[in-house]
């Protein structure tokens, strides 16, 4: 229907996004690979052991961050959220996809998409 209007330039399929923090810390360090049919992750920048955040606080406006997730659900993780813009929601995921990515951490055992800076602190805008 679209792509029969006499305006229509290009018609292109809309794919679903797929958050893949397992593989983003590796990606962002520039160390991950495949072996095989294994995707194998390294992490050179926490291997220093003191680059994880600590005293740090990351800014961040984004659709909203749900707080009860397990990678963001600490006491402390955030120093402020402000939802003058927003409702307090993330209707769609997306603001707590990047605010994990960012900063999420995980006490549950076995837990493998830890966000880059462990340790830092969020001041989230929701919008």
């Known amino acids: 229907f679209i792509a029969a209007l006499p305006f229509t330039v290009r018609v292109a399929p809309m794919y679903a996004r797929k958050k893949s923090n397992m593989y983003a810390k590796g990606i962002i360090q520039g160390s991950i690979w495949k072996s095989g049919s294994n995707t ?33 659900a600490g006491n402390s993780k955030f120093k402020h959220y402000i939802t003058e813009y927003g409702n ?40």
């Not at 680059?51 to 740090?56: F, R, T, V």
């Not at 929601?89 to 990515?101: I, Y």
């Open 40 to 72: 194998m992750v390294a992490t050179p920048i926490w291997s220093k052991g003191d680059l994880l955040g600590d005293s740090i606080i990351v800014g961040v406006g984004d659709s909203g961050a749900d707080r009860n997730s397990c990678y963001l």
């Open 88 to 127: 307090g929601e993330d209707d769609d995921g997306h603001g707590t996809h990047v605010t994990g990515s960012l900063a999420g951490y995980s006490t549950i055992e076995n837990a493998t998409h830890d966000g880059m800076a462990t340790s830092a602190q969020i001041a989230f805008f929701d919008l």
